[in-house]
């Protein structure tokens, strides 16, 4: 994972982006591209640009969702924190710490993930049922 140093769309905040190599060299050589373009009218350091050169925003992002959601056929509603959702729910499939998965999401508090993302299936049910009855014997 490549780590970036960014600002909140506010400015106000610093935060780390934690994001595949891959990705962040993909987006690098895109953001050259868009930097170059006739729209830009001047050099931003904005990771992700709109098609005018300059900083996406929030609902511009929520335009390019919906536009892809459209063209692929699904039929949910995605908003950009479904996302966000389905990014800490998969890091905790994979067995990931809560507190590193707490980190990546921004919480100040563990217990904010814990309370939000972590909500046991029935598999993980049965199988603390089971551990719990060979104990037992």
Same mark, same amino acid.
């Given at each position: ?8 769309s506010?400015?106000r905040?610093?935060?780390?982006l ?12 895109t953001q050259h591209? @868009?930097?170059?373009s =006739?729209?830009a009218?001047?050099i %931003?350091?904005a ?6 050169? +300059?900083r996406?925003?929030?609902r511009?992002?929520?335009y ?6 459209q063209?692929?056929?699904?039929e949910?509603?995605? @908003?950009?924190?479904? =996302?966000?959702h389905t990014?800490? %729910? ?8 809560y +507190?590193t998965v ?6 100040a508090?563990v217990?904010?993930?814990l309370n ?10 049965r199988?603390?049922?089971?551990k719990?009855?060979?104990?037992l014997?």
């Open positions: 994972a490549s780590v970036l140093n960014a600002q909140n506010c400015g905040n610093r935060v780390q934690y994001l595949w190599y891959r990705l962040v060299r993909h987006l690098r050589q591209v @868009h930097q170059k =006739l729209f009218k001047k %931003t350091n990771l992700f640009l709109n098609f005018r050169g +300059k996406l925003t929030t511009g992002f929520e390019i969702l919906k536009q892809v959601t063209k692929t056929g699904i949910v509603e995605l @908003h950009p924190h479904t =996302l966000r990014f800490a %729910t998969r890091c905790i499939e994979s067995q990931c710490d +507190k707490s980190v990546l999401l921004g919480h508090n217990s904010t993930t939000l993302y972590v909500h046991p299936n029935l598999d993980q049910k199988k603390c049922i089971d719990m009855f060979e104990h014997k």
